[in-house]
């Protein structure tokens, strides 16, 4: 699984730190971390940040099913 975010569309709204916290973080100034290949067994938790991310800022290449 590799994860895509457009950061010019993310707006900070955090859903996917809530939903996959050890993918998804904010760092000082508020701007998005992630990893970009996490491992496999977060996928139900990335594929989660996906669809609660309220600007569709966040896309999958190979999800879990």
């Given at each position: ?17 809530f939903a ?21 067994e977060r ?23």
């Amino acid at each position: 699984m590799r994860v895509h975010v457009d950061t010019a569309r993310c707006e900070s709204h955090g859903q996917c730190v809530f939903a996959a916290p050890d993918v998804f973080a904010f760092d000082d100034d508020e701007e998005l971390l992630y990893q970009p290949s996490p491992d496999p067994e977060r996928g139900p938790a990335v594929e989660r940040a996906v669809v609660s991310c309220p600007v569709r800022a966040i896309t999958l290449d190979g999800a879990s099913g």
